[in-house]
């Protein structure tokens, strides 16, 4: 079986991180590559997947985004000849158009409990997983220049929906209550004006130089290990690899409750907390009590959840079983 995993997107999103998991493992027990650009893994040329979809090869051709399924279906009009996999990312409702291309696929892949009942069609639950053995609980390090030896991680595009303007809000009191305390802002940032505003309210209460932007980067174990809690804020997630990075590598996780997978992996107060999207002052309780040392998790517990339910093994495992399912009737 050749697995052929489109990818036509210049930037590096959770979709690019997240074939990227999985591309080596299903080279475990099966030939898989992609064909595409913006993405660090195998590649197939064109000449070469066009040679396999017109032969008799057992050919599954994996798709994520509108502009690849349409490709895609172009190749299977023009008489391609392999099976079609699409896989959902988002948790929003989608338009007429995407509902009607992916319902053109053979399987439908979807990433949580909440996208699987919201689709009007049918759909195969197979959740993301990480790279435990890449993600693990490490010996704590300090990073260059941050004075703070505690640090509060956001990692992802600086943007509104990504609520780092809620994590801020709630820590404006317990950063001033423990200075060796910091926050750091991991990511590219999309939004140059939210990002103005972030840096102002630091500024205004007085927090400014625990407050930390950094640039995105491939190095993201370094961070983690860094760090003593990840803030997850989304007000809107297909999924987060980040949720499950930071769990993997025993840190104390805090994500908005029923967006994404959050609610699925963490239960609160046991392996993480969850507050409500956008609620500052819920989430700045979370975090004093974590601050002070009254509520912390175990880190082996935590890290038990992912390499026992949310390991890429396991999601390749359950991509390879559909891989061989025969397409559903539409």
């Known amino acids: 079986m050749m697995i052929v995993h489109f990818h036509f997107h210049s930037h590096k999103t959770g979709v690019t991180k997240s074939v990227e998991n999985i591309i080596p493992v299903l080279n475990k027990f099966s030939e898989a590559k992609v064909f595409g650009y913006g993405i660090d893994a195998p590649k197939i040329s064109l000449s070469h997947l066009l040679r396999l979809i017109y032969s008799d090869n057992n050919m599954i051709i994996h798709t994520h985004r509108n502009n690849e399924i349409i490709l895609a279906l172009l190749l299977r009009l023009f008489g391609g000849k392999f099976k079609l996999v699409f896989t959902r990312h988002s948790e929003s409702n989608p338009s007429d158009f995407t509902l009607w291309l992916i319902k053109k696929a053979d399987h439908l892949v979807t990433l949580s409990f909440s996208m699987s009942k919201s689709l009007p069609c049918r759909n ?63 990511g590219k940032v999309d939004d140059k004006k939210y990002t103005d505003e972030l840096i102002s309210v630091a500024r205004e209460d007085g927090i400014s130089s625990q407050v930390h932007f950094m640039k995105e980067s491939d190095e993201i174990v370094g961070y ?71 509520t912390i998790p175990d880190p082996e517990r935590i890290r038990r959840t992912i390499v026992e339910e949310w390991s890429v093994e396991k999601n390749v495992r359950e991509l390879l079983k559909l891989y061989e399912t025969s397409p559903l009737p539409r």
């Open 124 to 186: 195969t639950l197979i959740h993301h997983g990480v790279n435990t053995e890449i993600f693990d609980i490490r010996e704590k390090t300090r990073l260059n220049g941050i004075q703070q030896k505690n640090l509060i991680s956001i990692i992802g595009r600086i943007r509104p929906a990504k609520g780092q303007l809620v994590v801020l809000k709630a820590l404006l009191q317990p950063l001033k209550n423990y200075p060796d305390w910091g926050l750091l802002l991991i």
């Open 224 to 294: 983690y290990s860094a760090s003593n809690i990840v803030v997850i804020a989304s007000f809107s997630e297909g999924f987060s690899l980040v949720c499950l990075e930071a769990m993997a590598c025993g840190l104390v996780t805090i994500a908005t409750g029923y967006v994404g997978i959050h609610s699925e992996v963490i239960t609160n107060g046991v392996n993480g907390f969850l507050f409500p999207r956008n609620d500052h002052e819920s989430l700045s309780r979370i975090l004093a009590d974590v601050m002070s040392g009254k």
